[in-house]
C-alpha cells in the first residue's frame, strides 16, 4: 500500500502597516519571521507612500499580494488623517482578498522593539500640541494601562524614574530623562507581536482607531446658514 500522504502544511503570511506615527511602514511575516520590510519617514506622505512600500515588500519577497493570509494594522493611537490611511487600506486588502484583519495598538509594536524584558517602561510618540501618546509597560509584552494623551508636565509624576522609549519621550527630555530608540514603530514588530499573539490563540483588537482626541479639522461653532430669500 502506498504511505499516506503528510498532513498539508498551514501557509501563513501576514502582512502589516502602520502609518500612526511619521513612519509609513510595511512587513511581511510567515508566520515565524520577518521576510521583507520597509520604512520611510514622512508626516505629510502616508497616503502617497504606503501602497508603493507594500509593492516593494512583496517584491523584497517575491511574493504576491493574494499570497497573503492575514493583515495586520497599528491602530494608534494617532493623528487622524495619518492613522485612517493605514486603517482603510487594511480594509480594503482585507475585503480584496477575503483574509481577516487584526490590530495591533501601535504603542505595543514600539514597546515589543524595544525589547525591555523588565520594567516597567514607559512609551510615548508625539501627539502634537505639545502632547503625547502614552502608556505604562511591564514588560516589551505587556501593558500596564490604556493609552492615553497628555501633557508631557501633566504625567511628570507618573513616570517620574521611568525609562522611556519613542518620538514623544525623545522630544521632551525634561520629562523623560532616560528615553531611547526605537523612534517610531516599525511594522516589522507589529508583525512578530501579532504573529506571536495568533500562535498562542490570543484575541487581536478590531482594526478600529484609537484617536483619543477630536480630529483637528472641525465644522466652524457659530457659522451662519444662507438661505436663499
Known amino acids: 500500500m502506498p504511505s499516506p500522504k503528510p498532513p498539508y502544511a498551514v501557509c501563513v503570511l501576514l502582512l502589516a502597516l502602520d502609518t500612526a ?5 510595511v512587513a511581511l511575516h510567515d508566520g515565524t519571521d ?6 520611510q519617514v514622512d508626516a505629510r506622505r502616508h497616503g502617497e507612500l504606503l501602497l508603493p512600500a507594500v509593492d516593494r515588500v512583496l517584491a523584497e519577497a517575491g511574493l504576491r499580494l493574494d499570497a497573503v493570509t492575514g493583515v495586520v494594522v497599528g491602530i494608534g493611537p494617532g493623528p487622524y488623517t495619518g492613522l485612517r490611511v493605514g486603517l482603510m487600506t487594511a480594509d480594503t486588502f482585507g475585503l480584496a482578498l477575503g483574509v481577516p484583519v487584526h490590530g495591533v495598538c501601535t504603542l505595543d509594536g514600539l514597546a515589543y522593539a524595544a525589547g525591555i524584558e523588565r520594567g516597567p517602561f514607559v512609551v510615548a510618540t508625539d501627539a502634537r500640541r505639545k502632547e503625547v501618546y502614552w502608556a505604562r509597560y511591564a514588560d516589551s509584552r505587556t501593558r500596564l494601562t490604556d493609552p492615553a494623551v ?3 508636565a501633566d504625567i511628570a509624576d507618573e513616570v517620574a524614574g521611568l ?16 528615553a531611547h530608540e526605537p523612534e517610531h514603530v516599525s511594522a516589522a ?4 507581536l501579532a504573529a506571536e499573539r495568533l500562535a498562542k490563540g490570543e484575541e487581536l483588537p478590531a482594526p478600529r482607531p484609537l484617536y483619543l482626541r477630536r480630529p483637528d479639522a472641525q465644522v466652524p461653532k457659530n457659522y451662519k446658514v444662507v438661505t436663499p430669500k
Open 34 to 39: 520577518v521576510i521583507a520590510s520597509s520604512s
Open 163 to 178: 525609562p522611556a522609549v519613542g518620538a514623544g519621550a525623545l522630544l521632551y527630555p525634561g520629562t523623560f530623562p532616560d
Open 189 to 192: 514588530a507589529l508583525a512578530a
Open 21 to 25: 506615527t511619521p513612519a509609513v511602514t
Open 150 to 152: 497628555d501633557r508631557p
